[in-house]
């Protein structure tokens, strides 16, 4: 991928986009059980491709040195986005709304076994748990709120302008 300034402005904007919005919302985004609202942004990486997918997992670093779970969540979070955002794109960027559905469907799965499983271990809980835990909030975040976001946004004249 060659970056240019359009990139760049994309990387940065989501990355700002999602410390923001973590971190904001600190109380709820933190934990075994947690929803990540900014998480509602990781569908648009199949609008915004993998600019997007970089800034999101920029972002999860910035908010989680902020959270301060140490390096397993500040790495594993970051590579969980990351994987997350550029298999959305892979399935869902030139797809049907059932392929882009598909899409927000990887997300949750991805986020759900990388951050529930080493969650697991920083809290000293069954793994159970830690899946079950990010599995809830992450299809509240992604599924529920973030895909219609994703679509009213394809939909909308700015897309069409990207």
């Known amino acids: 991928m060659r970056i240019n300034t359009k990139k760049l402005a994309v990387m940065t904007v989501f990355a700002a986009l999602y410390a923001v919005g973590v971190i904001f919302l600190a109380p709820i985004s933190f934990g075994v059980y947690q929803v990540r609202v900014a998480d509602a942004m990781l569908p648009l990486a199949m609008i915004f491709g993998l600019p997007s997918?970089?800034?999101?997992?920029?972002?999860?670093?910035?908010?989680?040195?902020?959270?301060?779970?140490?390096?397993?969540?500040?790495?594993?979070?970051?590579?969980?986005?990351?994987?997350?955002?550029?298999?959305?794109?892979?399935?869902?960027?030139?797809?049907?709304?059932?392929?882009?559905f598909m899409g927000t469907v990887a997300i949750t799965t991805a986020v759900t076994l990388i951050v529930g499983g080493y969650l697991s271990l920083i809290f000293q809980v069954p793994v159970e748990i830690g899946l079950l835990g990010i599995l809830v909030g992450s299809i509240v975040a992604v599924n529920v709120i973030g895909f219609p976001i994703e679509e009213a946004i394809r939909r909308s004249r700015i897309f069409k302008n990207y």
């Not at 970089?54 to 500040?74: H, P």
């Open 53 to 100: 997918a970089l800034g999101f997992s920029l972002g999860c670093i910035v908010s989680n040195v902020y959270g301060g779970l140490g390096i397993i969540d500040i790495v594993g979070g970051a590579t969980a986005n990351l994987v997350a955002c550029t298999l959305a794109w892979y399935i869902g960027r030139n797809g049907r709304l059932a392929q882009r």
